[in-house]
């Protein structure tokens, strides 16, 4: 559940809670007229520093984030003030010094962008850092930056996720193997650190025509550290039959396990088995579903870990996922700015360097590269983002820092909206149009003449897809996107900002 005093903060998110102040004054009939009436003028105030604010927004103002947290935090003073049943008296005396603190917003607002100043006497004066919120050095430079984004209509154009760069070689070696003429099943495992590109090369395996012909029956499933017997178990069933995953979820595990042995069950059946992102004790939970029909059937696992392959099986081969070279991260982040143009010769060079400093990770590169396309492209600014990357290396972390840096470009609208894939499951697919219902719900949707809120959701998910946040799941018939997923990385991090900046927290249980 989303909290109060959160400091992800948008105008949306501001002007829902505005609109949720409206509804509670009307169903407060106990209230008398006077407060009522103070009430009234406070909202309109915080109404009308809106004009402010969405100059500010339009500017890409790096100052933009403290005023919104400064008056929403007011916004949130009222609405407590609303549905606390406080004593006449007491809000006799809260009222007017919430009044103030407008007033001194007000003041800093125009002061800093440069209004006329309206006349307050010298009581009210105060510091203007008093009011603004004092960022970091390192923020304040990241926030600058956010000027140079192109409007949200003009954004780079849709970028497919799958676009892969060496590993061609390991997927035609390993779909060699998983084609070779053993009869009996054999296990073929892919290791490697986070972020590498395991996950992006058993959906190129997957989808191989050779693979398609092949095999009977495919199967893909990501497991994840938060594996669940049951939900796998359904998962797989599904993605191989027309049964309902509501008629299936009334099944009991040991029935659960039967239907999938019985579907895998013949000679005459040869499958292919795919488990993502698989942890210890997995296989062994799950292998007895699998049988071992002589019939040339495959388990293709990905994994963090070596030892997982060889704990499955004897006669597991286990292959270790390589870093890319430093010409094929500079190719890939090429493919993932330009697409099919060159690459202008006065970005080459510095482009080759950020690309170097992404900590030899794919995914690292991706959501860079994201960075890079939604952003003017000439050498000043590309410079910039390369310090800014450097000065992220240097931490123990640097993968994570990374990834927080693309966070940190993203526009103010997308961030609720990305920080709230936290509240579902690691790797888990989820629902578009129940994501979309959810982001409208609380609020971080932007009211758009003419447009329809699911219309306004789902550009900000092909927004956080093209910056490559957000990876597609399934498609519709018609293209458009059926479920979506964040890597783990991104999962963890949307979890960690969550929590420090109290947007919401995650209780596992």
């Known amino acids: 559940m989303l909290t109060p005093k959160t400091s992800v903060v948008s105008l949306f998110l501001f002007y829902s809670l505005l609109d949720d102040l409206n509804l509670i004054m009307i169903q407060k009939y106990e209230m008398s007229i006077v407060v009522k009436d103070q009430i009234r003028t406070i909202i309109e105030e915080l109404k009308s520093l809106r004009s402010f604010l969405e100059d500010m927004e339009v500017q890409k103002h790096p100052e933009l984030e403290g005023f919104l947290i400064q008056t929403s935090d007011i916004a949130y003073e009222v609405l407590y003030i609303l549905t606390s049943y406080a004593p006449v008296w007491y809000l006799n005396l809260r009222l007017p010094q919430v009044m103030e603190k407008i007033k001194l917003i007000r003041l800093a607002l125009e002061k800093l962008n440069k209004y006329p100043t309206e006349k307050v006497s010298s009581q009210d004066e105060k510091p203007l850092e008093d009011i603004v919120v004092d960022f ?21 154009p849709f970028i497919e996720e799958d676009i892969s760069v060496g590993l061609d070689d390991e997927a035609n070696e390993i779909t060699e193997i998983l084609l070779g003429n053993q009869k009996e099943q054999q296990i073929i495992s892919i290791w490697g650190m986070p972020g590498l590109g395991k996950t992006t090369l058993a959906k190129k395996i997957f989808s191989d025509d050779r693979i398609v012909q092949h095999f009977h029956i495919r199967i893909s499933c990501v497991i994840s550290q938060t594996y669940d017997k049951k939900n796998t178990l359904i998962a797989i069933l599904t993605s191989m039959s027309s049964l309902e995953r509501d008629e299936l979820s009334q099944l009991d595990e040991d029935t659960l396990g039967g239907k999938l042995y019985q579907s895998l069950c013949g000679e ?37 870990f070596q030892k997982i392959g060889f704990q499955a099986s004897d006669k597991s081969i286990v292959r270790n996922l390589r870093f890319l070279t430093n010409d094929e991260y500079w190719k890939l982040l090429q493919i993932k700015v330009f697409q099919d143009v060159p690459c ?23 959501v860079i590269a994201a960075v ?3 952003m003017k492209k000439n050498k000043t600014k590309w410079e910039e983002v390369a310090v800014s990357l ?41 629902p578009v149009q129940k994501l979309i219902s959810l982001w409208v719900a609380e609020g971080f949707v932007e009211k758009v003449k003419q447009k329809n809120s699911n219309s306004v959701s789902y550009g900000y998910l092909t927004d956080l897809i093209s910056r490559g946040l957000v990876q597609v799941g399934k498609r519709r018939s018609n293209g458009g996107v059926k479920t979506c997923y964040v890597h783990y990385l991104l999962h963890e991090m949307c979890l960690t900002i969550a929590e420090k900046d109290n947007f919401m927290k995650v209780i596992k249980g």
């Open 136 to 156: 970091h050095a390192d923020a304040n430079r990241i926030a600058g930056m956010l000027k140079d984004f192109e409007n949200s209509s003009q954004k780079a």
């Open 268 to 304: 005459e059946i040869r499958y292919i088995i795919i488990l993502d992102d698989i942890w210890e004790d997995v296989w062994s939970d799950l292998h007895r579903y699998f049988p071992e029909n002589q019939s040339g059937s495959r388990i293709l696992f990905t994994t963090r």
């Open 344 to 366: 202008p010769l006065e970005l080459v060079d510095i482009g080759k360097k950020i690309a170097r400093n992404c900590d030899g990770l794919p995914l690292a590169v991706v």
């Open 372 to 374: 890079l396309a939604n």
């Open 390 to 430: 450097s000065s992220y290396i240097s931490n123990d972390n640097s993968c994570m820092k990374i990834l927080e840096l693309s966070y940190s470009y993203l526009p103010m609208h997308l961030k609720p909206c990305f920080l709230y894939f936290g509240a579902f499951k690691e790797d888990r697919e989820i």
